[in-house]
């Protein structure tokens, strides 16, 4: 999340933004919720300050410190709180956080844990193939998945037509 917050920093025309923070958040209001099957997403609006020289250390300590106080308040999501700003607003322009930061990190433990596998070595070398993902109002969103054999999958879905040409790849 820093990483992706440092990049989009050197991208962005201001220092302050907003990252939208998806959350999974399959609260225990049930004793049989984890055989649930459903969406359990939540968001936090993170807000990202890149105004002072840190280092990226000093960035990320910064950064988790202000997740972990805005996660304090997350049965308020960044839904609830886009709904309140309009409302404030009395029908002023519409509000976009549309740059997300969704992390599957940790997910894939219970499934190394559950699942017999013939060949963990087979792991190491699966690759994704294809990914495709329908969001709507997210004009980038930054996925990071734990595969099962412990590496780490990076990738941005992004609307290019968003953004100048080429800025994507660059």
């Known amino acids: 999340l820093t990483v992706f917050a440092e990049i989009l920093g050197r991208w962005s025309r201001t220092k302050r933004f907003v990252v939208n923070v998806t959350m999974m958040n399959r609260l225990p209001v049930h004793e049989e919720v984890e055989q649930l099957v459903g969406e359990f997403t939540s968001n936090v609006l993170l807000e990202i300050d890149a105004t002072r020289e840190a280092s990226l250390a000093e960035r990320a300590q910064a950064i988790k410190t202000q997740l972990q106080s805005d996660l304090r308040h997350g ?19 519409a509000v976009r956080m549309d740059v997300v930061f969704t992390s599957y990190l940790r997910f894939a433990e219970p499934y190394r844990k ?50 100048p040409p080429r800025m994507m790849d660059d």
């Open 75 to 93: 049965l308020f999501s960044g839904v609830d709180f886009i709904r309140e700003l309009l409302r404030a607003r009395s029908g002023g322009s």
């Open 114 to 163: 559950n699942y017999t596998w013939r060949n963990v070595e087979d792991l190491s070398t699966a690759r994704l193939g294809y990914n495709h993902t329908r969001t709507s109002q997210v004009a980038i969103d930054h996925q990071a998945c734990e595969m099962l054999d412990g590496s780490v999958l990076l990738w941005w879905d992004c609307v290019d037509e968003v953004f």
